[in-house]
């Protein structure tokens, strides 16, 4: 079946640092691929999506590419924040899965001032 | 615009009772889904409905139901409580339940002693 793959936390940053968390799915068919942010206390929001092969989704200086040859979505930052501190979720949601959503584990990144 | 809310917030009960959660989706949304978040993980699909009824279940036992009422609201039961069932329940809406976009809620957050 369908699953999401992403690298365990948590992850601790200095402010302006570079952020890579990395993402791999296993799905059938041509699933939508997502990032979606929760801040302490809170729900899911989403942060950004990507519905086809090659689509960058990008949204507050977050970006992810959907690569179809590598099954990968790596969430990736150029310089964050203290604000940014937070659990982020790879997820997929697919047709051939029944629309719903399947996400990974989380990654929790804990960006220092 | 109101988003999706879900009610009560927090909930604290004894195992072997039951309990019965809430959640309303965005005006115009006609699909609903429910995820559990256990401490730690990802959410994981319960439910998904769409106008009423039962589109998708997920590896949940039987004492986990839901329904969707007329103006889509949606109740999450769960009865007969273990303690494995604390978790952060989510609730979810989409306009179609198909690969567009989800809108979660907050969240209710359920203790079980």
């Known amino acids: 079946g369908n699953s999401v793959t992403q690298m365990e936390g948590p992850v601790t940053l200095s402010e302006e640092a570079f952020l890579t968390i990395n993402c791999t799915y296993t799905?059938?068919?041509?699933?939508?691929l997502f990032w979606y942010v929760q801040y302490p206390g809170e729900g899911l929001q989403l942060l950004l999506k990507a519905t086809k092969a090659d689509d960058k989704g990008s949204n507050k200086g977050f970006e992810a590419t959907y690569r179809k040859e590598t099954t990968s979505f790596h969430l990736e930052k150029g310089s964050v924040q203290v604000s940014d501190s937070a659990v982020y979720f790879c997820?997929?949601?697919?047709?051939?899965?029944?629309?719903?959503?399947?996400f990974g584990a989380g990654t929790r990144l804990f960006v220092k001032a | 615009d109101a988003g999706v809310t879900q009610s009560p917030t927090h909930l604290i009960k004894t195992r072997g009772q039951h309990v019965t959660l809430r959640c309303s989706p965005i005006s115009g949304h006609k699909s609903v889904s429910w995820y559990q978040q256990v401490l730690g993980q990802g959410p994981q699909f319960i439910f998904q409905y769409y106008e009423k009824e039962e589109r998708g279940r997920g590896n949940f036992p039987d004492r986990f139901s839901a329904r969707q009422f007329p103006n889509y609201s949606s109740e999450l039961n769960v009865n007969a409580l273990l303690l494995g069932d604390s978790a952060l329940y989510l609730c979810?809406?989409?306009?179609?339940?198909?690969?567009?976009?989800?809108?979660f809620g907050p969240g209710t957050r359920l203790t079980v002693l």
């Open positions: 799905a059938t068919g041509y699933p939508s």
């Open positions: 979810a809406s989409s306009e179609r339940g198909g690969l567009e976009e989800q809108f």
């Open positions: 997820a997929l949601r697919g047709e051939k899965g029944g629309f719903k959503t399947i």
